[in-house]
Nanobody, 118 residues
């Protein structure tokens, strides 16, 4: 059974940086697609970034150039480096995983809160 645990959230001023971590427990990490989503109060959960097992990445237009997703297969960790943070980045950030590159996300973490103040 896969379990995901996010960490690294917090409060930061606009223009600041944070790095989120997602620790993956269970087999198959190196082949799993890992992703980050976020949900602000009153809004739907939205895609932020994803990374394939082979390292290919995809980003939402709103974070392209500011956020970087990466992974360490030997440590079963996926990272989300966030720079030049804006108040509109404030949300609960969730880590997700799925086997392979296609299909629905299968597993989710409980989320970590990111608050950006102006």
């Amino acid at each position: 059974q896969v379990q995901l645990m996010e960490s690294g959230g917090g409060s930061v001023q606009a223009g600041g940086s944070l790095t989120l971590a997602c620790v993956f427990s269970g087999g198959g990490f190196s082949a799993a697609t890992m992703g980050w989503y976020r949900q602000a109060p009153g809004r739907q959960r939205e895609f932020v970034a994803a990374i394939l097992g082979g390292g290919g990445t995809d980003y939402a237009a709103s974070v392209l150039g500011r956020f970087t997703i990466s992974r360490e297969n030997d440590k079963n960790i996926a990272w989300l480096q966030m720079t030049d943070l804006k108040p509109e980045d404030t949300a609960t950030y969730y880590c997700g995983s799925k086997r392979g590159a296609f299909g629905s996300w299968e597993y989710w973490g409980r989320g970590t809160q990111v608050t950006v103040t102006s």
